[in-house]
């Protein structure tokens, strides 16, 4: 019995060491068929990721076209600031602020009570100048009848003079004192001719320099005259009264450099002036009498038009913007000088440039570009980005019409690397479309 147990005993720890051995030799085999398992599968990984395709697009050749909001501020067509030609108060004023006035209606009037004495001591002077003026040239009339009376008898004594010289050919005929004292009476008559010649040069003169005195004495009645003008201010144009600062009886002082506030402001607003400035970037293309939507916070939904009527032709360059004028038909007056307004501006080229979508274009730190692939291979492309056009942009590079971009530009293509290029479906464009939007990779 002891025996038999004993021998059952020693074939169980044979059996049990025998089942060890068998185990470990399973999982021995087992080990390396898992391990050339995943090798395989990672094997298969590599090649599918070598093998993937990437999406790519063709560079379009287009014509720029695309609408942006500018700011823009309407302003008067025209803006008069009336200020006092001359000092003195206000006598009367008819209109206020918001008065509708047409041009030539008298807005307010000035006293100057000094002008009209400034005037009567003009007045004054004008006719002392013209009384000197006729005084010398009767003093002319007088001195030239003189004259005449000279020669005659300058004329009369050098004829007897002459006869007298024949008779005394006649030995005893004539004294030779006769002869001494009719050549003196000449040469008398001679020196007072020359001497009223003089008399009536200067009389002329003296006409002349009087003629000049009437006409600056004149000349200064005018101006007091055309300043007695300006006491009266009246509307340079049909508008309205959009300021009024003075009331009657209010001082009025010349003021020269215009630094003070005006008397009254008038504004045309039957026209208005929309001004724009438009970057630099869209003044290609710009057309006078060209149609431009707009509109304004007032008027919540509705849209105003204006015609491009004046280009500023010069850059502003600090800004970098060209004012550009358009004129608004406001008859209706509903808007008004100094509102606000979002224009919409279209941007057109009258050219054609190369477009690709916005995910073609990488910016890295060594620059801006675009992958191109040519026989398989990336090779990234220097370019220089224009204007957005949707989800396109504008580029200038090395790249011609109809070459092949890949769709999201990247850093990862590198020069040489091998691509399996595909057409970029409808799903890949608005996946692109998507993540340029929202600033993603």
């Avoid at 009719?182 to 009087?210: G, N, P, Y």
């Avoid at 009258?350 to 992958?371: D, Q, R, S």
């Amino acid at each position: 019995m002891g025996i038999r147990l004993r021998q059952f005993n020693i074939g169980a720890l044979l059996l049990s060491a025998a089942a060890t051995v068998l185990l470990t030799a399973c999982s021995s085999q087992e080990s390396p068929g898992g391990e050339s398992k995943k090798a395989g599968e990672g094997a298969g990984e590599h090649k599918a990721a070598a093998t993937a395709e990437v999406p790519v697009v063709k560079v379009e050749l287009l014509k720029l076209s695309r609408d942006l909001d500018l700011p823009g501020e309407l302003e008067a067509y025209q803006n008069v600031p009336m200020h006092a030609k001359v000092e003195g108060f206000v006598k009367s004023i008819v209109v206020d602020r918001g008065s509708t006035v047409k041009r030539g209606q008298v807005l307010l009037t000035i006293a100057c009570p000094e002008l009209k004495e400034k005037e009567e001591e003009a007045q004054a002077k004008v006719s002392s100048a013209q009384s000197a003026m006729r005084q010398a040239e009767e003093t002319v009339a007088s001195q030239a009848s003189k004259l005449v009376e000279a020669n005659a008898r300058l004329d009369s004594d050098t004829l007897t003079l002459s006869r007298l010289q024949q008779a005394a050919q006649t030995p005893g005929a004539i004294a030779q004192n006769e002869i001494d004292m009719q050549l003196k009476t000449v040469e008398a008559d001679k020196a007072r001719v020359e001497s009223l010649k003089s008399e009536v040069k200067a009389a002329r003169a003296l006409v002349v320099s009087q003629k000049d005195n009437v006409i600056a004495a004149k000349n200064v009645l005018e101006s007091l005259a055309a300043m007695r003008s300006y006491l009266t201010i009246t509307a340079p144009f049909d508008g309205v009264v959009t300021e009024r600062n003075v009331h009657e009886g209010s001082i009025v002082a010349v003021d020269s450099s215009r630094s003070s506030l005006p008397l009254i402001r008038v504004q045309q607003k039957n026209i208005l002036r929309l001004v724009v400035a438009v970057p630099e970037e869209c003044v290609a293309g710009l057309k006078s009498g060209a149609q431009i939507a707009f509109s304004v916070p007032a008027f919540l939904g509705q849209t105003f038009y204006g015609k491009i009527a004046r280009l500023g032709f010069a850059l502003d360059a600090k800004t970098r913007t060209m004012p550009v004028e358009l004129n608004v038909d406001n008859a209706g007056g509903g808007l008004e000088p100094g509102m606000f307004a979002t224009v919409h501006w279209h941007a057109s080229r009258p050219y054609e440039t190369m477009f690709v979508p916005n995910a073609a274009v990488a910016t890295t730190l060594k620059g801006t570009f675009v992958v191109l692939v040519q026989d398989g291979k990336a090779k990234q492309v220097p370019v220089t980005k224009g204007q957005s056009m949707g989800d396109k942009v504008e580029i200038v590079g090395e790249v011609k019409p109809g070459d092949t971009v890949v769709l999201k530009g990247t850093d990862e293509y590198k020069n040489g690397a091998a691509i399996v290029a595909r057409a970029a479906s409808e799903e890949d464009l608005n996946k692109a479309r998507n993540q340029t939007a929202g600033g993603g990779e």
